[in-house]
C-alpha cells in the first residue's frame, strides 16, 4: 500500500473541428491508485478545484448525478 508518490503532469495537443487545444493528463502512480484507500475507479467523474491560497490542484470524487448537472457526459468505452 502506498498513498504517497510522485505523479507527473502530461500535456498533449488535440484537435476538434479545426480548433487545437491542450489536453492536460496528470500521470496517478500505479502504486497509488492500487492502494485500497483510492476513492476512484476508471472512468468515474472527479471535481477538479484549484485551491489558489494552498497553490494546490484538489481532485475529489463525485456522483454521476452531480457530475451531469456540471455538464459532465459518461463516455462509453468502444471495444
Avoid at 495537443?13 to 492536460?24: C, D, F, M, P, T
Avoid at 502512480?29 to 491560497?53: H, N, R, Y
Amino acid at each position: 500500500m502506498a498513498r504517497v508518490g510522485v505523479g507527473t503532469v502530461i500535456g498533449r495537443k488535440s484537435v476538434s473541428r479545426g480548433r487545437e487545444y491542450a489536453r492536460i493528463w496528470i500521470y496517478v502512480p500505479t502504486k497509488v491508485s492500487e492502494d485500497t484507500a483510492f476513492p476512484f475507479k476508471i472512468g468515474m467523474p472527479c471535481l477538479v478545484e484549484i485551491d489558489e491560497e494552498k497553490g494546490q490542484v484538489v481532485v475529489k470524487p463525485i456522483s454521476e448525478k452531480e457530475a451531469t448537472k456540471l455538464g459532465w457526459r459518461k463516455r462509453i468505452r468502444r471495444k
